[in-house]
């Protein structure tokens, strides 16, 4: 594409949204209203608004944008954005962060940076601060049976699915109901998975707050029980004709039945019914993301590729607020290793 002038024009969101299905693109949920709604809960969290990128005069992606607050600094974030409606060149990719940047600083001045997901990252872009980010993923292609359903995965995948339902079988169901009325048994299988694996869950009103704005339309629970009990389950969002699976956990009893698996499963098969045509499992490990190697093997068994997505990059704005940010995270990592350091020596001594 040749192009002379690229501009940000603000636009609503329902407009948004006719842009995406006239060019045949599926919105993710984070660009959507829903989410915003839901992004709003957060006290630090505020919508700033819906744009297009105009390419002399026509439409060339669309994108939302949420301000965060870090530090005492304000960044913006267009997550799983920009929303791309032509061919995602890097002469317009990197043209199009230009712009939004020159907006920002005319717009939304006290922005310290800016987040959003590049394909082709240009000098500016710096490896996101506080998040892990990843550039590859593993994209369920669902069907409406489950017959065919499992002829999409890899034959490991499907070993391991039945072998689990037939030795130890979960009963697995949508719970998004029951989740919405008392996360409580949920919620205390979500912080023992984060005890064991060693990171912090939201607070429980986070979870419900999600389930709660984005409703069955485009939120699901779904749980498995043995003998009642919850050992395990998952969130997943929808968006157009896309489901992602965003959350999962389970404890000690779950892991003994694999009803992580079971759970993943019975998502896929009533979702693929319903007509949604993929799965995005968000994430596996990669030379840019190894914390999610331990990932890897779990999903990559249920299609026959991984994929290549757009990690996610910070953008200077404010330079000088920018830096003050880095010396700040640099101060942490340092002070997090030094702790570190003390508390294996003294396992040690």
Not at 166 to 186: G, H
Not at 225 to 251: C, H, K, M, P, Q
Not at 256 to 279: N, P, R
Not at 290 to 299: D, E, G, I, M, R
Request: glycine share 6%; charged share 25%; proline share 4%.
């Amino acid at each position: 594409m040749t192009f002379s002038q690229v501009a940000i024009s603000p636009i609503a969101a329902q407009e948004m949204r006719t842009r995406a299905v006239d060019a045949g693109v599926n919105v993710p949920i984070e660009q959507t209203w829903v989410w915003a709604e839901f992004e709003e809960t957060f006290p630090d969290r505020h919508l700033v608004g819906f744009f297009s990128v105009e390419v002399d005069g026509t439409p060339a992606a669309i994108f939302s944008l949420t301000r965060y607050r870090y530090h005492g600094f304000d960044f913006l974030w267009c997550k799983h954005g920009p929303v791309w409606l032509v061919e995602q060149s890097e002469e317009l990719e990197n043209a199009t962060v230009k712009a939004m940047v020159k907006w920002i600083k005319k717009s939304a001045r006290g922005t310290a940076f800016l987040r959003l997901h590049l394909r082709f990252p240009g000098p500016d872009a710096h490896g996101p601060m506080q998040i892990t980010t990843y550039d590859r993923t593993v994209f369920v292609d669902l069907k409406d049976n489950a017959d065919d359903l499992m002829l999409g995965f890899k034959k490991r995948a499907r070993t391991k699915v039945r072998g689990a339902i037939k030795k130890t079988p979960v009963d697995c169901a949508d719970e998004t109901e029951l989740a919405l009325e008392d996360f409580t048994e949920y919620y205390e299988i979500m912080a023992e998975t984060a005890a064991r694996q060693g990171f912090t869950p939201w607070s429980k009103s986070v979870y419900q707050n999600m389930l709660r704005t984005l409703k069955r339309d485009h939120g699901r629970l779904y749980a498995g029980r043995v003998d009642g009990r919850v050992v395990g389950f998952a969130i997943f969002t929808l968006s157009g004709t896309e489901a992602v699976y965003y959350y999962a956990a389970a404890n000690a009893e779950g892991r003994e039945h694999e009803a992580s698996i079971q759970v993943l499963y019975a998502a896929l098969v009533d979702l693929g019914a319903e007509g949604y045509k993929t799965m995005d499992l968000m994430g596996v490990g990669s030379d840019l993301a190894p914390s999610l190697n331990a990932l890897t093997a779990f999903k990559s068994g249920f299609a026959q590729e991984i994929s290549e997505v757009a990690p996610a990059y910070d953008i200077p704005v404010n330079r000088t607020a920018y830096r003050t940010l880095e010396v700040l995270k640099d101060g942490k990592t340092k002070l997090n290793t030094l702790k570190s350091r003390i508390s294996q020596r003294e396992k040690a001594d």
